[in-house]
T-cell receptor, first 116, second 114 residues
């Protein structure tokens, strides 16, 4: 079974440009999460989709970030316009439909974004 | 709110020596606790998890962790380090009861010296 995949693995852009990151979750996983790790700091939650709906987007830093999950399959995270402080590693994770117990989140390899 | 604190951003051990990575948590409700590992150029992999069952949790690759409520700790140990254990390790917490947002520590890079 394929794991969570992310594209691209690396992206280098200039300040003010737009970048779109893509995440393909494990097939059949309704839940999709985005996390970000800024250099030297902890991995922080950005948002959580259940199918195509945003369940929790409390971690999104500002309105330059737009996440979508059309059709409830893959997701994209667009940063427009990118700023220097957006540099970091963006992780995607997916899990089965949660109930009252924890459902393991499976993480992708991450996309390393560098904004110059 | 939940949080975790990892003591030591870098830890070095000799091959064959004990590995001890420290994690303390803060949670107003019973937590679920985790250790993840990230090998170079790979994604985060779940090492082990505590979900209110046995307090001593065994994970993959010979790692284990003990949940100590009195000390609010969840330290990760391995009796004998192997070169392949060199990686970054993250302690993490979520609130029990179906809540899914994972809160991570800052990570500890483990170096294994031959």
């Amino acid at each position: 079974e394929a794991g969570v995949t992310q594209f691209p693995s690396h992206s280098v852009i200039e300040k003010g440009q737009t970048v779109t990151l893509r995440c393909d979750p494990i097939s059949g996983h309704d839940n999709l999460y985005w996390y970000r790790r800024v250099m030297g700091k902890e991995i922080k939650f950005l948002l959580h989709f259940v199918k195509e709906s945003k369940q929790d987007e409390s971690g999104m830093p500002n309105n330059r970030f737009l996440a979508e999950r059309t059709g409830g399959t893959y997701s994209t995270l667009k940063v427009q316009p990118a700023e220097l402080e957006d540099s970091g590693v963006y992780f995607c994770a997916s899990s089965h439909q949660p109930g009252t117990t924890y459902n393991e989140q499976f993480f992708g390899p991450g996309t390393r974004l560098t904004v110059l | 709110a939940q949080s975790v604190t990892q003591l030591g951003s870098h830890v070095s051990v000799s091959e064959g020596a004990l590995v001890l990575l420290r994690c303390n948590y803060s949670s107003s409700v019973p937590p679920y606790l985790f250790w993840y590992v990230q090998y170079p150029n790979q994604g985060l992999q779940l090492l082990l998890k505590y979900t209110s069952a046995a307090t001593l949790v065994k994970g993959i690759n010979g790692f284990e962790a003990e949940f100590k409520k009195s000390e609010t700790s969840f330290h990760l140990t391995k009796p004998s380090a192997h070169m392949s254990d060199a990686a970054e390790y993250f302690c993490a917490v979520i609130r029990s009861g179906g809540y899914q947002k994972v809160t991570f520590g800052t990570g500890t890079k483990l170096q294994v010296i031959p």
